[in-house]
């Protein structure tokens, strides 16, 4: 498809692997930029192994959008090529441990040097400075440190997970957010800038008013299962063929629910009929309307909620999500052509934009390497001996 993202006179060298790093590149190619995704030579970025089942399409999504080369970043020759590789972009994504960078001749220092214009998102476990910047950091370090994982799971066990790798997206989200930002100020003063995001903090900014809680009155939030204390009716409920998500933690909404129910004088029963009152006696609440949706079916439960407007919803999976016509009316999920597994659906590109409309141009590359060819013959002019020499050499 025709590249008519805001970003498509961008070009991005994403040098980061496995996960946060890669996701910022592919929010920034999903939004139009030209990313080009160095690899090591050999098997390249470990993700193209990641994934469930015996074949493995982790890598068909974080990869969409990209170009691949390959360079040996451990040796000088390497690291000259992916410099000279740098200054033809705008943006340098990476998420290795601090001072790898600059152990490579890459680091911010030398770069801005080169390239005052240059914009360096940094991803990292604990950010670049502070007394743990040099310790090694995963995802799930981060959702730990930065509050999550205590405040996850059911409160008669050790703290859970999510079944999918948020401190690194939400890592990755708040780095493509510093790049735009970055790119905004450079059209004012044409300098580029370092951006640092930790895994921990980025994972602190979402935590609403933990901390604010436990320093104003001493609260300390505990793991709720299903529920946020205080926060009812808003839960999964069941059915008789199912479960159900319903949020009716307002006062207007919570008195429609009621009335849903055919129990109308609940709305304004003194238990029920304000925030407060709901949250004090929240686990009798969801016992009341538990026993009440175990009559009905899901599709009952659906049809009534709609016609009352109460927010609620199906707890989906992603045969639910294939099926569902909302999903499908705006293109949620889309169906990409790729070149290992043929037609492959996964989810489109977002947010929209209704005139730089974001998009999936082209599948993940196949192989690592894949444009050496053609980014280094396009950009740095090496011809098809060099590249032999080169990759004789090790360095691709």
């Not at 890592?171 to 300098?191: D, F, I, P, S």
């Not at 999936?360 to 740095?380: D, F, K, M, T």
Request: charged share 25%; aromatic share 6%.
């Amino acid at each position: 498809m025709d590249n008519t993202g805001a970003l498509k006179d961008i070009r991005v060298v994403e040098l980061g692997q496995l996960l946060a790093g890669p996701f910022c590149g592919q929010l920034l190619g999903d939004m139009g930029a030209d990313i080009i995704k160095v690899e090591p030579p050999g098997a390249g970025d470990p993700m193209r192994q990641w994934g469930q089942g015996d074949r493995k399409v982790n890598w068909e999504v974080i990869a969409r959008n990209k170009r691949s080369v390959t360079a040996n970043l451990r040796v000088p020759e390497g690291q000259k090529l992916v410099r000279e590789l740098i200054r033809h972009a705008d943006v340098v994504v990476e998420n290795f441990k601090p001072g790898t960078l600059e152990k490579w001749g890459l680091g911010p220092d030398v770069l801005l040097a080169e390239q005052p214009g240059l914009i360096i998102a940094r991803m990292s476990g604990y950010g670049q400075t502070g007394p743990y910047a040099d310790r090694a950091g995963f995802g799930g370090i981060g959702e730990a440190m930065g509050g999550w994982r205590y405040v996850v799971g059911e409160p008669d066990r050790p703290p859970s997970r999510m079944g999918i790798s948020i401190g690194d997206t939400l890592t990755a989200t708040y780095g493509c957010m510093g790049v735009l930002a970055a790119l905004h100020a450079r059209e004012k003063t044409g300098q580029g800038q370092v951006i640092d995001a930790a895994l921990y903090e980025s994972v602190l900014q979402v935590m609403e008013s933990l901390v604010p809680e436990y320093d104003l009155m001493g609260i300390i939030r505990e793991r709720s299962g299903s529920i946020l204390p205080g926060i009812a009716p808003s839960n999964v409920y069941r059915c008789k063929d199912g479960e159900f998500m319903i949020g009716a933690n307002k006062d207007e909404i919570f008195k429609r629910l009621a009335i849903a129910m055919g129990r109308a004088e609940l709305g304004d029963d003194e238990r029920y009929a304000t925030h407060i009152a709901r949250g004090i006696n929240q686990t009798e609440l969801d016992n009341l309307i538990d026993d009440w949706t175990q009559t009905l079916t899901v599709d009952e439960l659906e049809e009534l909620t709609v016609r009352y407007s109460i927010p609620a919803g199906r707890v989906y999976r992603a045969p639910e999500m294939l099926a569902d016509p909302h999903f499908q009316a705006r293109e949620a999920i889309i169906e990409v052509e790729t070149e290992k597994f043929g037609k492959l659906k996964m989810q489109n590109a977002f947010p929209k934009l209704s005139k730089t409309p974001s998009g999936v141009r082209r599948a993940a590359p196949s192989a690592p390497g894949q444009h050496n060819a053609e980014i280094y013959g396009e950009l740095l002019g090496l011809d098809e001996a060099k590249l032999a020499e080169l990759k004789e050499a090790g360095i691709l």
